[in-house]
């Protein structure tokens, strides 16, 4: 059993019918970590958000989302590479060699792309390198986009 403390709450309010969400909700019990489908800032750790959904990129944050619980974000990559769905790191971190090497050393099985912003909002960076994303994992959605946009409305928060 994991112990309260050890829970993560994870926001969902997209398409209930997307691939990702239902697998991503089987998961998520299973490994008993909490899901809710209301925003309350104070509440949510972690953000799902549905975006493209003809893609098949699934954006995960390092610090306070990967970082959080390594070994769940590590066995839920490899589902979703399974799945057929191709997951990688976005963070807003620094391009320097420590960081990604901290990263690559946690998720060296899985050999999944690490993207890092610079600080630059997220969407906007990987659209640039011409990758839509078809879900966000994310603690902090407002480093995915600095403007209201589309997809938070979507994903009913205000
Ligand atoms: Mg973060």
């Given amino acids: 059993m994991r112990d309260e403390d050890d829970k993560l ?41 549905l975006d493209k959904l003809k893609s098949k990129y699934i954006a995960i944050d390092w610090d306070n989302t990967i970082s959080a619980d390594q070994d769940y974000f590590l066995q839920l990559i490899k589902k979703l590479q399974k799945a057929g769905f191709t997951p990688f790191v976005c963070t807003l971190r620094a391009p320097d060699k420590e960081n990604i090497r901290e990263i690559r050393s946690v998720l060296e099985e899985t050999n999944i792309a690490i993207y890092l912003t610079d600080g630059k909002p997220k969407r906007k960076y ?13 603690d902090f959605y407002p480093g995915i986009s600095d403007e209201s946009c589309k997809i938070f409305a979507r994903n009913s928060i205000e």
């Fill in 9 to 49: 709450t994870f926001f969902y309010c997209g398409d209930m019918n997307a691939k990702v969400f239902k697998l991503l909700e089987k998961n998520l019990s299973e490994q008993e970590h909490d899901l809710v489908d209301f925003y309350n800032e104070f509440l949510i750790d972690i953000y799902l958000l």
């Fill in 126 to 138: 990987m659209r640039k390198l011409g990758v839509k994303v078809h879900l966000w994992i994310d």
